[in-house]
């Protein structure tokens, strides 16, 4: 059965010796009952203590620090204001909003005051697990280092840089080094040498599939162009299409095919002494051309009466070019 108590007065007053206690007692904690307020409750102490199992609270915001003045909140309580989670005999955790600590504010470019703390009663700072940190839209999402001497790390990952995969995959140093192989020394302040074993355009392509590619491997390094295999660098040199070029020697590699040397103006320019080596046999001519060789075996008059032992051949004619004493002798005799 309810019992209803009602004053006349506009106002009620319940005193107790100074000290003493107010109880109101609907039962044990198990089976009791409840004690309903219908109105505000203002309670003016220091502690206010609740023993409840489960606290359920409809405001959407909860006010620390309510009825404070000035600006930020006062160095009296340390610039601080949040919530305490005993932890027995750990240092408590905290959660505060401090006044006292700045970050960068991406949008005014500036440094400002009043920041966000996870930490413990003894200024220990904890960590924070979340599946995500999301930015505004409307700004960049910063890593605020403090002007401090820290890095961003990647921790407590097995074979991160393996799984780096996608174009938004955030890269660390081990990733690039696996990438991209170098002679760099981290923590120095001097540059590397790229190691790799090949270079390809395009880039989304397969070295098979590459419009252009520089492959190296333990014997050579290869140049393709258009998927074809235009030069090679090995042990015995420089090697372009047919041409090789190795130590002082330029030399054609095709059976089928003449060394050329040619020129856009149609001048090809020696400056210096041309050795030309004794060949073994004269030549027959070629279609348009005039050929000229050394033949050092030829050493008897009738062989040689040009004394020069040059030869030349075309299509007009085969003969030795004459030295100038010779030439002064056959003027004489002819």
């Not at 109105?39 to 009825?67: P, R």
């Not at 235009?230 to 372009?240: D, E, F, M």
């Not at 060949?279 to 279609?287: D, G, K, L, P, R």
Request: aromatic residues 8%.
């Amino acid at each position: 059965m309810t019992k209803i108590v009602s004053v006349s007065q506009s106002n009620y007053r319940l005193i107790v010796q100074n000290g003493g206690n107010i109880t109101l007692d609907v039962g044990t904690a198990a089976s009791g009952g409840t004690v309903t307020i219908t109105g505000n409750l203002d309670v003016k102490g220091v502690t206010t203590t609740i023993e409840s199992t489960n606290t359920t609270v409809a405001d959407n915001i909860l006010q620390l620090n309510y009825g404070a003045t000035g600006n930020g909140i006062s160095s009296a309580l340390n610039y601080q204001s949040g919530i305490e989670i005993e932890r027995g005999a750990y240092s408590p955790a905290q959660f505060v909003f401090n006044d006292s600590v700045s970050h960068y504010n991406p949008v005014t470019s500036s440094n400002v005051n009043g920041t966000f703390v996870m930490k413990t009663a003894d200024g220990t700072l904890s960590g924070l697990q979340v599946g995500v940190l999301a930015g505004n839209a409307g700004t960049n999402f910063v890593l605020d280092m403090q002007s401090g001497n820290g890095i961003v790390t990647i921790a407590n990952s097995t074979n991160y840089y393996l799984r780096v995969a996608n174009s938004n995959d955030i890269l660390n140093l081990q990733y690039l080094q696996y990438y991209v192989a170098s002679t760099y020394t981290p923590g120095t302040s001097g540059q590397g040498v790229a190691i790799v074993d090949r270079l390809f355009s395009p880039l989304t392509a397969t070295v098979s599939t590459a419009n252009s590619a520089i492959l190296a491997n333990s014997t050579s390094l290869n140049f393709s162009i258009a998927q074809n295999l235009r030069a090679t660098i090995n042990s015995t040199g420089l090697n372009v299409d047919n041409i090789n070029i190795y130590t002082n020697t330029i030399s054609n590699t095709s059976l089928s095919n003449n060394l050329v040397l040619s020129a856009v103006n149609n001048a090809v320019e020696i400056n210096a002494v041309l050795n030309l080596d004794d060949q073994s046999t004269n030549y027959t001519s070629v279609n348009g051309t005039t050929q000229i060789y050394s033949r050092s075996s030829q050493t008897t008059l009738a062989q040689t009466p040009g004394r020069t032992g040059l030869f030349f051949t075309n299509q007009i004619t085969s003969d030795e070019l004459v030295a100038k004493n010779r030439a002064l002798l056959f003027s004489i005799l002819f």
